[in-house]
């Protein structure tokens, strides 16, 4: 028999960035392409953003128009393009008003953020969705609980050696 696989709720998303980038390994991200075909994708790395205080946060530098969506509460979509051509796929958490967001780093075989916002096809016009009733974008529970190692967060050495060396990105094992 199939387990039937239940949309992540906003009591999930609303914790913090910290919390949501563990549990999320092992999810599914569950996408409705140009077709209408249902796609599943099993998240497999995620980074870790914890809000203004952090200095590998965008949010760091206070709200902007490109961070104004991570100041919602958790369940919302914050995406943002790197090198002129890929789109990063980040998860916004937390409560109102305290920016955190955590960024899909791996899905599948697919390893490195830029493949997976190629992967699921990402673009401007997802920044604000929100993936509690999105018809195109969401994620699901699983009845498993993943076994993760935890590494340095990548591409942050502009943070300074306090906040690039916390070890708040996550790979699942198995």
Same mark, same amino acid.
């Given at each position: 028999?199939?387990?039937?696989?239940?949309?992540?709720?906003?009591?999930?998303?609303?914790?913090?960035?910290?919390?949501?980038?563990?549990?999320?390994?092992?999810?599914?991200?569950?996408?409705?392409?140009?077709?209408?075909?249902?796609?599943?994708?099993?998240?497999?790395?995620?980074?870790?953003?914890?809000?203004?205080?952090?200095?590998?946060?965008?949010?760091?530098?206070?709200?902007?128009?490109?961070?104004?969506?991570?100041?919602?509460?958790?369940?919302?979509? %914050?995406?943002?393009?790197?090198?002129?051509? %890929?789109?990063?796929?980040?998860?916004?958490?937390?409560?109102?008003?305290?920016?955190?967001?955590?960024?899909?780093?791996?899905?599948?075989?697919?390893?490195?953020?830029?493949?997976?916002?190629?992967?699921?096809?990402?673009?401007?016009?997802?920044?604000?969705?929100?993936?509690?009733?999105?018809?195109?974008?969401?994620?699901?529970?699983?009845?498993?609980?993943?076994?993760?190692?935890?590494?340095?967060?990548?591409?942050?050495? %502009?943070?300074?050696?306090?906040?690039?060396?916390?070890?708040?990105?996550?790979?699942?094992?198995?």
């Amino acid at each position: 028999m199939l387990a039937v696989m239940i949309r992540l709720n906003s009591d999930f998303y609303t914790h913090d960035a910290l919390w949501v980038a563990r549990n999320l390994l092992g999810k599914t991200i569950v996408q409705i392409n140009n077709e209408g075909c249902e796609l599943h994708y099993r998240i497999t790395e995620t980074e870790a953003y914890l809000g203004e205080e952090d200095e590998a946060c965008h949010a760091n530098k206070g709200r902007t128009p490109r961070t104004e969506v991570m100041y919602a509460e958790g369940g919302k979509v %914050y995406v943002y393009l790197i090198y002129g051509m %890929y789109w990063m796929f980040n998860v916004v958490t937390g409560s109102f008003n305290h920016p955190e967001a955590v960024l899909i780093r791996g899905i599948d075989n697919i390893i490195g953020s830029g493949k997976v916002g190629r992967e699921l096809k990402i673009n401007k016009s997802f920044y604000g969705e929100d993936l509690l009733d999105s018809s195109r974008i969401w994620i699901e529970d699983t009845p498993t609980t993943e076994k993760f190692d935890a590494f340095p967060r990548v591409g942050v050495d %502009y943070a300074g050696d306090n906040w690039k060396l916390k070890q708040w990105r996550f790979v699942s094992r198995s």
